[in-house]
């Protein structure tokens, strides 16, 4: 499968960006989907993931600022990202992870100005 992230783009602290991850093909609900991010001179993190039946997961350091959703019938993966803060700046990839390997999408640059 392959992915394709977009939406990033550069935003003052306190604004919003909604990520998106499209999908190349069908990838059934139960399959979980994520984000992560890499920040300069940093290991990539944990950011959200999500799949049917179970809450959506959160890093604490977004709890409550950001929100993971899926449009199953489109194939897309969201990240609504709200109040942003400067060290959310990052490259953000999204992820489905299968038992048989992750894909990862290409990632989208994400810069938040104090």
């Known amino acids: 499968v392959q992915l394709q992230a977009s939406g990033g783009g550069l935003v003052q602290a306190g604004g919003s960006l909604r990520l998106s991850c499209a999908a190349s093909?069908?990838?059934?609900?139960?399959?979980?989907m994520g984000w992560y991010r890499q920040a300069p001179g940093k290991q990539r993190e944990f950011v959200a993931s999500?799949?049917?039946?179970?809450?959506?997961n959160y890093a604490d350091s977004v709890q409550g600022r950001f929100t993971v959703s899926r449009d199953n019938a489109k194939n897309t993966l969201y990240l609504q990202m709200n109040s942003l803060k400067p060290e959310d700046t990052a490259v953000y990839y999204c992820?489905?992870?299968?038992?048989?390997?992750?894909?990862w999408g290409q990632g989208t640059q994400v810069t938040v100005s104090s």
């Open positions: 992820k489905v992870h299968y038992r048989s390997g992750d894909y």
């Open positions: 999500i799949r049917s039946g179970r809450d959506p």
């Open positions: 093909r069908t990838i059934h609900s139960s399959v979980v």
